[in-house]
């Protein structure tokens, strides 16, 4: 088997590797490139440890091949954070102490970034069944669940006043 | 003198025995004691597979903890967690 | 009101203690820096795979290595040919890791390689050939003990065991006295003291049942995983998750024949344990082919790997009888377990046995373990091993008590429950113990009021574990700004560092932030017990503690030098040094900072040490209850609520003591929803992956509410009892009271999964 020449983006980054054709995005990730946030827990699909978003969409990096996400784009944990400044669910996890051992966290912040982007106001109902593909064996999922409804909050409130201001400033520059 | 218990598996290695009067000052000298009468819990002690609850306070290395006749002293078989 | 006002009179007061601020390695963690077993490499690493048996049993004939030896990027093969013929107490540990002339369960290690890349790796395993002759085998813990069953270890055990099993009238009736001269009864506990027969005569009421539970696994998310590098020299590095390096270090080269000096074991971050990591699986196994290949070694275990040859937990078989007047105090209690360990002595029975009847002030009590070995994986620990399980059958039975005594059942605990001067069931008479505050919490909780609807059932269960304490040395050192560098000895499971860094902060009066706790290798800290029996808490808190009081001392004596006083004119107060009267002298004082800044110019560097064999553990009691809605259509069981109620003597960061109780909650619900070991006619593990062997998922479970009872223990300073395990142990009753309730029939089988519930209900209706 030769291996396979791919271009992609990494957390905005053009990346360029080779890997064997049977080789998982996660090995890339991990073993090829030094990205060893994403975490292996089964190598295939069940515990959600390796969770990334291939063009916004939730995937496992475990069941996705090295050689298929040429020209897409990947976002991990690596890039969750903008520069020293976290993302307002890694600093929800923190005060609300919703991690123990740490294996699964980057995979459970991707997971629920992922829900916050296509629902800011989930019923504790609906973040469960989001994450209920990730495994955690330490909290018992309470703190976890009760930091993507806050920070859920958090996000609304702050998305409120940001409309409210450009409505302010529209109406503003209307009256001008 | 010291009242000396036994409990779980050193029961049936001591022969059904439950209880002895041992001499001792400290843990270790008392499991030495034990050793010369039972010579069946000899191993066990040997190979530091014991513990001793001493008025209720479980100790499982401390050989040289002092031990007087007032305490009330039970020998288990040495326990881990998890 | 507090809850424990008895107490309370002689408590603390704390600054730092008792507040959850984030834990120093947090960010790591969020973000993905911090590196876990898996995440190390090294320069010119190769990659080892370990070749494992497909039989439950089987005589290994021949093992030919040499078409894998000679596949071009293959640097190395073992087997238990290139280990030591190790004798004595190791010797289990060592034909576990890899096979010697028998494979002894399903997925045993029988070879290993190393190689340039996983892909030449997993070629070289597909060309090792074992000529292999399959033996008869067993899995289950009451085949194992029958006469004619397979033996694991022909000649090992010889009867003694079983003989006084069969005489004791415990089992089945109509069984022969065995003949054997050999048995996979590997040992008997006794425990207990009065008289059950008379005891039972005094009951009014008798219930008993027979109970069995299946096999889990800890189910910890990172697989077990390793870095070794061994040099031509002989000494050696290792990184590895573990939750005991320094055991993994002398129990590597005992087993390899190293110097303890020469091999130096780094602690990764550790993702999940719960006593799957306290033993050696892989660690020997990278370290001799790292000595063979003379180049570095990472072996990672696949998940597969996880469940088919790590450390799962005992299946067992239990039978009790509990007997109450009608005023429903016990007035005799008795209980058979039988455990299965997998193929090597040392399920948790014993501690089982002792656990089982801890929570009751019991008259008359008798107890019998049998340890038991069968084809299957090594069990180790698992979170308080051996009482959920007994717990269970117990805590059933109390259960079912109440429903006849029409008491209720928290009422009829506390009519029972041990005290301080209580003799426990187990031996020794307990001191200050928080079992009653528990009942009490538990019953003035909402959620104890809440009205049930149809299908649904609430279910209560007590729990207790002894929590260890054990060989701890921990080291401060004073940095030129004036914060701390604490190094433990303890790998941090469950945010164990902030703990630290709180009691220390407290202890020397400084802010939190300014001291930092890491996890130290072996090299740089004296010997520390592995993080188990919920000991870090305690033990490394009390090290740490009395480290830093020393380093008070120390940084005292400094000032007394600068200011021309002797030492003991000084006192160390809010994180400053004050001349202790008036008569030591007038002078301002000096703060952490100042003596910090000066200390090279004023004697050296300060430094703060304490090393301890601890006890003092006090046991840990905690109450459970738990609504449960069932779907008679489906099986499917619902938890609605579940409530905690925990003593954990005094709570240093209760964020993460909240996290203990509702992770080992959690834990203790899937040992009864649906995880189980399940194994085939041919002895082969079915389910060896996280789709067919279910941990319960986010949307498994509710809210777990929790109440911390803070009731301190004399034996540390601060009053801190160990939390992590007794959560795991009232679950698996407590639940299966709940369905047995909704069911309107006992379950005495676990895991209470859909078919079984229906199975229930349909013998209920027949």
Redesign the interface.
Known sequence: MSNVHVTTTINGDETEYVC?PDESLL?VL?DRL???????????G??G?CSVTLDGRLVCACLVMGAEVAGHKIE???G??DGED?HPL?QK?????A????????GF?IAAKSLLERNLDPT??E???W????????????????AVLDTAKDMRKAARKTSAKKSAKKGARHAA | MLTVRLGGSLVSRAGGRTEFQLEGRNIMEMLRHLGQICPELQPMIEKNVVSVAVDGQIYRDALLHPLDPGNEIILLPRMAGG | MPLDAKTSKDKKTFKSVGTSPIRPDGLDKVTGRARFGADMSAPGMLVGRILRSPHAHAKIKSIDTSKAEALPGVKAVITSADLPKHKGADEDILINIMARDRALYDGHAVAAVAAIDPAVARKALKLIKIDYEVLPHVTDVDLAMLPDAPLVHPGRYDGAAENEHLASGLQEKGKAKSKRKSTNIVSRYDFGHGDVKKGFKQADVIVEHEFTTEATHQGYIEPHACLANVSSDGSGELWVCTQGHFMVRDVCAALLGMDVSRLRVTPSEIGGGFGGKTTVFIEPVALALSRKAGRPVKVVMSREEVFRASGPTASSSIKVRLGARKDGRFVAAEAVLKYQGGAFPGSPVEMGAMTAFACYDLPNVKIVGYDVVTNRPKQAAYRAPGAPMSAFAVEGCVGELAEKLGMDPIDLRKKNAAVEGTKSSYGPTFGPIGLVETLDAAKKHKNYKVKLGKNQGRGVASGFWFNFAGNTCVNINLNVDGTLALAVGTPDIGGSRASMCLMAAEELGIPYDDVRAIIADTSSLGYNDVTDGSRVTFASGLATINAARDCAAKLCERAAKIWGIPADAVKWENGAAHPAGSNAGNFPPLSIKELAAQAHSTGGPIAGHYEVNADGAGPSFATHVVDVEVDPETGYMKVLRYLVVQDAGKAVHPAYVEGQFQGGAVQGIGWVLNEEYIYGEDGRLQNPGFLDYRIPVCSDVPMIDTVIVEVPNPGHPYGVRGVGETSIVPPLAAVANAVSAAMGVRATTLPMSPPRVLAALKSKST
């Open positions: 064997r090995d991990r030094g990205i060893s946030g994403s975490k292996e827990g089964c190598g295939t069940d515990c440890a991990t944990i690596e969750m954070a976290l890694q996890f923190l005060e609300h102490a991690l123990q051992c740490g294996i699964c966290t980057p912040l504790e109902t973040v469960r069944y994450l209920a593909g990730n495994l955690c064996r330490c909290t018992g999922y309470d703190k976890i669940v009760r």
